[in-house]
């Protein structure tokens, strides 16, 4: 429970925007608009810029102040009741994407993977822009790119294995793009000013994708997110460029990741904002448990082991996770859960049994939970995550005694186990991925 509002350490409010270092990814120094954007994309953004960057830079000036208030002693809690919790409202679920219990992932600028992915079987695929897709012109130009071709259905690339180009083959495969996050910028496209880079990847996608020969409606993965009001702006960004393209407002479709601590307590509200675009909400485990964290970072209990000894059902996971299926199943939407982060090996036997025991017990825990589907990131996983799932979805199902307001931070307990082995290996994964990132590549697992 929040205790009463204190007001925050001036040491901690955020610096005013024009005075704050920010992520950014710049445009390179030769950059031509003429050349190297589409001819007339800049008169279709100038317009989304207008309406949406500074509503952008309030939200973030807002994540600031949330976290300053949760480390002053006031946590994120539940919302008063409100129409989004009160009334009875529904969305009308969709027939092409009924059916998702594996979305695989991966970076959207290896056109090798993507294509692979395409093939596999999976009810889903998300190509991502974001955050296992290197923040870097380069990436995100080629990551875009690739996002066209696929969702056109020509992407294709050369097996230099066994010496033929390789193409998508036709399926109902599900394709979502996850654009880079409202905390991430893009610098170098308008000349003096910084553009949101979710604004900037889904009006680069949008504006070059022939809406009328998709085989399902152009569908945006969102990600970060940390209120429910930042919900409204990713509607008037999808219902903008829908006005802009001449199309119905609610053309694109979208799910929306809960990987943020203050969401959690936000989710219902979160999608009755989104009502008309959203078809599900998605559990990100990994951010979660380090938004958990960041935002208890002033409690000593929040110090947490090793994070693959702590276990997948864990009460701070669970409480949540059964909780999120519970909202979105009572407004007619999907639950997905999150990412199994050990990958098969097909040169390493042992590994590559431990990781599908590992990937089944998971997913399993998933479909209890009533999920409707989760994550992977590896092809050879696809049938063992689908084969968990008792039905294409759980839709009718919803958990007895359901408690709409659970603990979401239940005092962790964990047997003491903070070795020196542990935090090296956590102060390696933490440098290696951040060397990645200075030098324009993906974030990679480690250990």
């Given at each position: 429970m929040a205790t009463p509002t204190t007001k925050p350490n001036p040491a901690l409010a955020p610096l005013p925007f024009a005075n704050r270092i920010v992520p950014v990814n710049c445009a390179p120094p030769d950059f031509d608009a003429a050349r190297d954007l589409p001819a007339g994309f800049l008169e279709f953004l100038a317009p989304l810029h207008a309406a949406l960057t500074m509503r952008q830079r309030a939200l973030i000036a807002r994540r600031d102040y949330a976290l300053a208030e949760a480390?002053?002693?006031?946590?994120?809690?539940?919302?008063?009741?409100?129409?989004?919790?009160?009334?009875?409202?529904?969305?009308?679920?969709?027939?092409?994407?009924?059916?998702?219990?594996?979305?695989?992932?991966?970076?959207?600028?290896?056109?090798?993977?993507?294509?692979?992915?395409?093939?596999?079987?999976?009810?889903?695929?998300?190509l991502d822009l974001e955050d296992s897709n290197a923040n870097a012109w380069e990436h995100n130009s080629r990551g875009i790119k690739n996002v066209l071709e696929a969702l056109a259905g020509r992407l294709s690339y050369f097996d230099r294995k066994r010496n033929k180009t390789v193409g998508v083959n036709p399926s109902a495969t599900v394709i979502f793009t996850r654009p880079r996050g409202l905390h991430l910028h893009q610098a170098g496209v308008l000349h003096g000013e910084l553009l949101p880079a979710s604004l900037f990847d889904v009006a680069m996608v949008a504006y070059q994708v022939d809406f009328s020969a998709l085989k399902h409606p152009l569908c945006i993965y969102i990600p970060k997110s940390e209120s429910a009001d930042e919900a409204l702006w990713w509607r008037d960004l999808f219902q903008m460029i829908?006005?802009?393209?001449?199309?119905?407002?609610?053309?694109?479709?979208?799910?929306?990741?809960?990987?943020?601590?203050?969401?959690?307590?936000?989710?219902?509200?979160?999608?009755?904002?989104?009502?008309?675009?959203?078809?599900?909400?998605?559990?990100?485990?990994?951010?979660?448990?380090?938004?958990?964290?960041?935002?208890?970072?002033?409690?000593?209990?929040?110090?947490?082991?090793?994070?693959?000894?702590?276990?997948?059902?864990?009460?701070?996971?669970?409480?949540?996770?059964?909780?999120?299926?519970?909202?979105?199943?009572?407004?007619?939407?999907?639950?997905?859960?999150?990412?199994?982060?050990?990958?098969?090996?097909?040169?390493?036997?042992?590994?590559?049994?431990?990781?599908?025991?590992?990937?089944?017990?998971d997913k399993k825990n998933e479909a209890n939970s009533l999920m409707d589907g989760a994550w992977t990131g590896h092809p050879d996983q696809n049938e063992i995550a689908v084969s968990q799932f008792p039905a294409p979805n759980q839709l009718p199902a919803r958990p007895a005694n359901a408690s709409t307001h659970p603990d979401l931070r239940p005092a962790p307990r964990f047997a003491p186990s903070f070795a020196i082995a542990t935090a090296c290996s956590t102060a390696r994964a933490r440098v290696f991925s951040m060397a990645t990132w200075k030098i324009s590549r993906p974030i990679a697992s480690t250990d």
């Open positions: 480390h002053a002693g006031n946590l994120p809690d539940y919302l008063p009741p409100a129409v989004a919790t009160t009334n009875s409202w529904h969305i009308e679920l969709p027939a092409w994407c009924a059916d998702q219990r594996n979305q695989m992932t991966g970076p959207a600028d290896d056109a090798d993977l993507v294509v692979k992915m395409l093939n596999s079987g999976a009810p889903g695929v998300m829908g006005r802009l393209k001449g199309l119905p407002t609610n053309a694109i479709k979208c799910m929306a990741l809960v990987e943020s601590h203050p969401l959690a307590f936000q989710m219902e509200e979160f999608a009755w904002n989104l009502r008309e675009h959203i078809v599900g909400l998605n559990l990100g485990r990994w951010d979660y448990m380090a938004s958990l964290i960041h935002f208890n970072l002033e409690n000593a209990e929040w110090v947490l082991p090793d994070r693959n000894t702590i276990p997948h059902n864990v009460a701070f996971f669970q409480n949540l996770r059964n909780l999120l299926p519970e909202i979105c199943h009572k407004h007619g939407m999907l639950a997905i859960g999150g990412m199994t982060a050990l990958y098969p090996s097909r040169e390493d036997a042992e590994l590559n049994a431990r990781a599908l025991k590992i990937l089944a017990e």
